[in-house]
T-cell receptor, first 116, second 115 residues
Framework: DQQVKQNSPSLSVQEGRISILNCDYT??????FLWYKKYPAEGPTFLIS?????DKNEDGRFTVFLNKSAKHLSLHIVPSQPGDSAVYFC???????????????FGKGTRLSVIA | DAGVIQSPRHEVTEMGQEVTLRCKPI?????LFWYRQTMMRGLELLIY????????DSGMPEDRFSAKMPNASFSTLKIQPSEPRDSAVYFC?????????????FGPGTRLLVL
């Protein structure tokens, strides 16, 4: 049973346009969400995160939106660049508070191709 | 900072052999995670430690898998005996638990092939 779902395995976008990657989750205990970017033969690289007390977090070209009632989050990249081509993973955790971190539950990833 | 360091980067072994994967977390981090990535199951947690203490090993597939964290700067994941279905990429990640963030930082992974 997948608790974090990325229903689009791949996405192609033209350079300069907006890329929107979607993620749905089922566990209402999740309160921290992250996006990771992964290039071949490398480990996932942290991109941006959002706490459940917020509905939007922005960092340069990257914005994450959280809709708790729909249990949905999305990552917007604008403008998209060829270097953004990678696999993007959505991840979630249910924090236990200060004193220890809890594991991340990952979606299966979306492969983004930005075409020049 | 050097980031999370994993060794070896690649490992090819024969079925039945013992495999040991190593991880050095980011200095100062107090949580360490071992994940495995396969085509079928994606990224899944194997085990994690907080302050060097194993917290949850329910993701460890079988008794053939074991993990240790003897100190804050080193962890091992051992597979004995290894089987072809263990072939995957194994990632180690570390984090610092605080009020602001639970971000985990990943190493480059160890690509394991069991023949």
């Amino acid at each position: 049973d997948q608790q974090v779902k990325q229903n689009s395995p791949s996405l192609s976008v033209q350079e300069g346009r907006i890329s929107i990657l979607n993620c749905d989750y089922t566990n209402s205990m999740f309160d921290y969400f992250l996006w990771y970017k992964k290039y071949p033969a490398e480990g996932p690289t942290f991109l941006i995160s959002i706490s459940s007390i917020k509905d939007k977090n922005e960092d340069g070209r990257f914005t994450v939106f959280l809709n708790k009632s729909a249990k949905h989050l999305s990552l917007h990249i604008v403008p998209s660049q060829p270097g953004d081509s990678a696999v993007y993973f959505c991840a979630a955790s249910a924090s236990e508070g200060v004193g220890g971190n809890t594991p991340l539950v990952f979606g299966k990833g979306t492969r983004l191709s930005v075409i020049a | 900072d050097a980031g999370v360091i994993q060794s070896p980067r690649h490992e090819v072994t024969e079925m039945g052999q013992e495999v040991t994967l190593r991880c050095k977390p980011i200095s100062g981090h107090n949580s360490l995670f071992w994940y495995r990535q396969t085509m079928m199951r994606g990224l899944e947690l194997l085990i994690y430690f907080n302050n060097n203490v194993p917290i949850d090993d329910s993701g460890m597939p079988e008794d053939r898998f074991s993990a240790k964290m003897p100190n804050a700067s080193f962890s091992t994941l051992k597979i004995q005996p290894s089987e072809p279905r263990d072939s995957a990429v194994y990632f180690c990640a570390s984090s610092l638990a605080d009020l602001e963030s639970e971000t985990q930082y990943f190493g480059p992974g160890t690509r394991l092939l069991v023949l």
